[in-house]
């Protein structure tokens, strides 16, 4: 990652890679075209993510060396008490004997460290409707079991959720009932930045230059503020 980009540097790579992506994934035979145009956006929004983090540590003087980004997979431990509900108890001797080999790799997009503690996980889609929470809510509330001061993030170009998520610029954004509805379920706050303005429409994709949409430095700067809140908290 450059240490040193500036949000202007942000924008200008969204307007080149995104009015891109269409013509690469003409060119590209052998991958389906859906399937080039996902791949592209998905990183675009992950390294957005990865920068704007490190920006924002920057601008509230954060020493750039205690801030670091994994791709690991984090290890989620069996619970102890399901292991003592099994009815078999032959079943929970061979569990108990080979403990270590028991836990469930997960990981979110973006993992954000600092002083080699995990404190951020970011969720980075370019867009998520319901359904897509649903699954985010799971497994935030997996690592939240291992780690439970984790700060948990949907970071996404377009909302598909309802509600005003899309309405960028709004001081106070009161969600969907559906959202909501899904989120009273589970013990994960939740904070959902949106980066463009107007809800996504399946059939106006942003990769279509009829359809475009811009992305604005002012939406950049008002999700590193959301970024700074939680990062000045390690300082």
């Given at each position: 990652m450059n240490y040193n980009v500036t949000i202007d540097e942000l924008v200008k790579s969204?307007?080149?890679?995104?009015?891109?992506i269409n013509d690469e994934a003409d060119h590209i035979e052998d991958r389906a075209?859906?399937?080039?145009i996902r791949a592209g956006k998905g990183k675009l929004v992950e390294s957005i993510a990865k920068q704007l983090i490190e920006i924002s540590w920057r601008e509230i003087k954060g020493n750039k060396s205690r801030l670091s980004f994994s791709s690991n997979k984090v290890h989620i431990p069996i619970k102890k008490d399901y292991i003592d509900s099994l009815g078999n108890e032959e079943i929970a001797n061979y569990i108990n004997e080979n403990i270590d080999k028991y836990y469930y790799g997960l990981k979110v997009d973006v993992h954000v460290y600092l002083d080699k503690k995990?404190?951020?996980?970011?969720?980075?889609?370019a867009y998520a409707e319901n359904a897509m929470l649903k699954r985010i809510l799971v497994d935030f509330t997996l690592l939240k079991n291992t780690f439970p001061t984790l700060n948990c993030f949907l970071f996404q170009l377009e909302s598909q959720l309802g509600g005003d998520y899309s309405n960028i610029f709004k001081d106070l954004?009161?969600?969907?009932?559906?959202?909501?509805?899904?989120?009273s379920y589970f013990n994960v706050d939740l904070?959902?930045?949106?980066?463009?303005?107007?809800?996504?429409k399946v059939d106006e994709p942003i990769h279509d230059n009829e359809y475009f949409k811009e992305l604005k430095k002012e939406s950049l700067i008002q999700a590193s503020e959301i970024?700074?809140?939680?990062?000045?908290?390690f300082l």
């Amino acid at each position: 990652m450059n240490y040193n980009v500036t949000i202007d540097e942000l924008v200008k790579s969204y307007n080149i890679l995104v009015r891109g992506i269409n013509d690469e994934a003409d060119h590209i035979e052998d991958r389906a075209y859906g399937g080039v145009i996902r791949a592209g956006k998905g990183k675009l929004v992950e390294s957005i993510a990865k920068q704007l983090i490190e920006i924002s540590w920057r601008e509230i003087k954060g020493n750039k060396s205690r801030l670091s980004f994994s791709s690991n997979k984090v290890h989620i431990p069996i619970k102890k008490d399901y292991i003592d509900s099994l009815g078999n108890e032959e079943i929970a001797n061979y569990i108990n004997e080979n403990i270590d080999k028991y836990y469930y790799g997960l990981k979110v997009d973006v993992h954000v460290y600092l002083d080699k503690k995990f404190v951020m996980g970011i969720e980075c889609k370019a867009y998520a409707e319901n359904a897509m929470l649903k699954r985010i809510l799971v497994d935030f509330t997996l690592l939240k079991n291992t780690f439970p001061t984790l700060n948990c993030f949907l970071f996404q170009l377009e909302s598909q959720l309802g509600g005003d998520y899309s309405n960028i610029f709004k001081d106070l954004k009161y969600g969907s009932p559906s959202s909501h509805t899904l989120m009273s379920y589970f013990n994960v706050d939740l904070n959902i930045i949106t980066l463009l303005e107007g809800e996504r429409k399946v059939d106006e994709p942003i990769h279509d230059n009829e359809y475009f949409k811009e992305l604005k430095k002012e939406s950049l700067i008002q999700a590193s503020e959301i970024f700074k809140k939680t990062l000045i908290n390690f300082l």
